[in-house]
């Protein structure tokens, strides 16, 4: 299924929602042909997480105002600054993801993107959480659901390998705030997203290579830029010399 402008994904989206009930998340990718596994998952020859964990402690400790306690937020952290982590990250505004799919086009123009739609708590069924009391539930990191997830316990517990999980976490940060910002997070389990169980909680729209330069400029009309998403000084630097080219 092929997305060309803005105008076309919307209506594309009514369709989908007319008789949906459930939460709907989003994930743009600049080619088609990546799957949906998280930058630490696709190391080879990787080192152990909680070794990277360590080396970002020991040079972010003497940057940050104040240290995180849990590390869950250590995790988010470094997926905010690039370093590998088992995090993906998803978005409940469908816009925001149709950028991520098409605004780097010097990069990946040539390729054909993907917009994916995730239906999160269909997902975590495969992983055994499902609240009954509670039509859609997603967890939280603070939840016990995702105890067994975090770097401690998959240290301790090498051999137990689970299904990855839609959360939610808290936006403390201007940035996760601006994209809406969700995540899934991967256990030992290498599998991408989108093949687990029997793979209905995934959907994916093809942004052909030619339409990309066109949705983006639609969206910048919309107010989506990388200010708009990434509210911070080295973004207006990039914007004016976008300008002047």
């Not at 990718?29 to 997480?49: A, F, H, I, N, V």
């Not at 729209?205 to 066109?214: D, G, L, M, T």
């Amino acid at each position: 299924m092929e997305i060309n402008s803005v105008q076309e994904l919307l209506e594309r989206l009514e369709e989908i929602q007319k008789d949906q009930v459930q939460s709907i998340w989003y994930r743009g990718q600049g080619s088609k042909d990546w799957s949906l596994t998280p930058y630490y998952l696709r190391l080879d020859g990787r080192q152990s997480e909680s070794t990277l964990l360590k080396r970002f402690k020991q040079s972010a400790a003497m940057l940050i105002e104040t240290s995180p306690k849990e590390s869950f937020d250590w995790l988010f952290l470094m997926q905010h600054y690039g370093v590998p982590t088992r995090l993906l990250d998803w978005s409940e505004s469908p816009l925001v993801a149709l950028y991520f799919a098409v605004e780097n086009i010097e990069k990946h123009g040539e390729e054909d993107g993907a917009l994916w739609l995730l239906y999160p708590s269909e997902l975590n069924k495969h992983a055994r959480i499902n609240n009954k009391e509670e039509e859609g539930f997603i967890p939280s990191f603070d939840d016990e659901e995702l105890e067994s997830y975090s770097v401690e316990s998959l240290k301790s517990n090498s051999r137990i390998q689970l299904f990855p999980v839609a959360t939610i976490a808290t936006r403390n940060n201007a940035r996760i705030q601006a994209q809406l910002g969700v995540f899934t997070i991967h256990h030992h389990e290498n599998i991408p997203i989108e093949e687990v169980g029997d793979r209905s909680h995934t959907l994916k729209f093809v942004i052909p290579a030619n339409s990309k330069e066109r949705i983006k400029n639609q969206l910048a009309l919309l107010g989506y830029t990388k200010f708009q998403l990434f509210p911070e000084l080295s973004s207006i630097g990039d914007i004016i010399k976008e300008g002047i080219k």
